[in-house]
């Protein structure tokens, strides 16, 4: 073929395969077989190869290319991506119809949408002239991660739009990236049988999966996405009138090409309303995936406009959620796991039994005062419960199906690791293992340093730590910056090997540029949380400034107690604490927190309150508090007698309303930046 029947071919080719995905994942009417399907691909991937300058970046083979990335680069979201109201009632369910009535003045004209709530990811999608540019998280609301890459390899989100009206313009698509319930076993299957942990469900699965930082393995994973949001950047269509009903706009993501649930409907009342949610209740396990309630909505855009936001929510939405799901199984045995803080916590080893489309073996039992209060014990029929649809609990026990010689549990009085005595401080519910070279807390302490919220080290997962442990290559967390010597000894492990060893050491060197106060979070001493880390750090300055403080001093921080205070003092007492430190000074981690700059003098914010409340659109909401505590303010989170100043953005909420009836001054944007020198 010459160069201009191979391009003719290869247009040919993308539309036809864009047209078996739409055929796929929004029609879910394939007309070709898997291999037929493939074998397109291939003859796609044939033709680029040989005529490289005719590869776009809306091919369909390019939904996965490129090398790892380092980080993922914040995307600020240009509308906040709000969460909603949640119910677990019908009386709540009413009085939210009541309020939308109420604000309207009469019911709304188009009803209200029903709409299943996936038990997914939340993903905002930019396109701009018909393509797919930015995909992001939800994050905060405000601001989440650019994960374009791992979007484009989602097959269900189409790079290149179908022809339709008004999908040449900019505009936002917001849905649920999720996984189907068969798709979830089968990648758990896989995981069991490489030797690596299953994941624990659809959700977290998917979470982990978008955020992983090679594109690559994230296109190995069965993701799906379902659009529920369609938003213009062009005001003139944002307010168009045959797409000013929330359902018109859900009809005309499909002509986009976009999945959309076929389980929404449109009702006029609170009946349907409930009809609806109620069904689904009953009948959710029948899906192929997970949901965990219901959406309900104000169908007409302009009639949401009328209703307006609260400051974290939509007043014209609320989610139905489902109580949580139980089923009964036996109880086989009672085990002990062992926390990184010598936490010993009690697991109900049972019989697996299905719940929410997930097969259950573990649960937790909390703690030795819980056990004897639900009186369980080895052998009953236990009542499981997913809690939030995450961890599953022992919530109780069917005294009717007790076997006659099943005997109250007694907590062991060692641990299961290491056979220390276990230990129950006064006024505790927990016991605690307090051997520090037990080999579960040395894993635990491991794992939590390498951590992502920690030091972020890539490669160094639960899975290889105990491998690293069990060879005796890691005693503790120090040791992990001797790992660069150890270079032979890592490869010669199984499933390990020359490139995952480099990736591996890069990762660790990596490491020692994080910020101290993630460091002192990352070095494990009880109570110390992040924001916890970050106040001593700017407090202190320095991880040896700390280590030297009074009891007294490090309790007199804003933000820290006296529990805090004591966990911190006694860490930085023990002998083996101040040896860990100097091993991990010696490997070169950062001691030493960035110097905090002296306030710029202003006479309008030295001193002053501050509350925030609103969407900024000038300023993120970290950047208006960077400028007053710079300024010597202070920012709260309540408004008071005490406040100074209200900053009030787009759809300010009740700080706003409580400032007006405290008569604190509420200032705009505007009038914020000019006091800015």
Known sequence: MTKAQTEQKIAALRETIREHDYRYFVLAAPAISD???????????????????????????????GEPTKAFPPAVHHVPMLSLSNTYN?????????????????????????????????MSLLYQ??????????????????????VRTIRAIPLTLREAKFSRESFE?????????????????????????????????????????????????????????????????????????HSKRLELLEAFGFPISKDTRVVSDIPGIMQFAMHWQEHHEELPFQIDGAV?????????????????????????????????TRLNAITLQVGRMGTVTPVAELEPVGLTGITIRRATLHNADEIERKDIRIGDMVLVERGGEVIPKVVGIDPSERPKNAKPYSFPT????CNTPLVRPPGEVNWYCENPEC????????????????????????????????????????????????????????????????NLLEGIEQSKSRPTARFLFAIGIRHVGVSVAKLLIDEFGSVDALSEASEEAIDDVPGIGPE??????????????????????????????????????????????????????????????????????????????????VLAGVEAGSKLQKAEELGVRVLSEEEFLKEIP
């Open 414 to 417: 060692d641990c299961p690791e």
């Open 129 to 150: 002239h018909g393509k797919l540019v930015r995909g992001a998280t939800r994050g905060d609301g405000t601001t989440g991660d650019n994960v374009t890459a791992n």
């Open 439 to 502: 080999p579960a807390q040395v894993t635990g302490r491991i794992v939590h340093f390498a951590s992502r919220t920690a030091m972020d080290i890539a490669g160094l997962g639960s899975q290889s730590v105990e491998q690293l442990v069990a060879g005796n290559l890691l005693h503790n967390v120090a040791d992990i910056y001797d790992l660069k010597d150890r270079r032979l000894e890592l490869i010669a492990l199984e499933r390990m090997g020359d490139k995952k060893v480099d």
């Open 35 to 65: 291999r037929e399907y493939d074998r397109l691909m291939q003859q796609l991937r044939d033709l680029e190869s040989e005529f490289p300058e005719l590869v776009t970046p809306e091919s369909p083979t390019q939904r996965v290319g």
């Open 296 to 328: 309900i909505k104000v169908n007409s855009l302009r009639e949401q406009e009328g209703v307006g936001f609260i400051s974290k929510s939509p007043r014209w939405a609320i989610a139905y959620k489902f109580e949580s799901q139980q089923a009964k």
């Open 564 to 645: 805090i205070a004591s966990s911190v003092f006694a860490f930085f007492q023990k002998p083996q604490s101040k040896q860990l430190l100097e091993r991990l000074r010696a490997a070169g981690l950062p001691f030493v927190g960035e110097k905090k700059a002296k306030p710029i003098q202003s006479e309008f914010f030295s001193g002053k309150t501050f509350v925030l409340t609103g969407t900024l659109t000038a300023l993120t909401r970290d950047e208006a508090k960077e400028k007053i505590e710079s300024r010597g303010g202070k920012v709260s989170g309540s408004v008071s007698k005490k406040t100074h100043y």
């Open 173 to 245: 698509v917001r849905g649920e990236v999720f996984m189907e319930l068969a798709g979830f076993q089968k990648l758990n299957a896989q995981r069991e049988e490489d030797g690596e942990p299953p994941f624990a469900n659809p959700r977290n699965s998917t979470a982990g999966t978008l955020k992983t930082l090679d594109a690559r393995e994230v296109a190995k994973r069965p993701l799906r996405f379902c659009a529920y949001q369609l938003r213009f950047d062009d005001a003139a269509i944002e307010h168009a009138p045959e797409i000013d009903r």
């Open 90 to 122: 019908a009386e709540e369910v009413e009085d939210f119809a009541r309020r939308v009535r109420d604000m309207l003045g009469h019911d709304p004209n188009d009803g209200f949408t029903c709409e299943l709530k996936f038990d997914g990811v939340a």
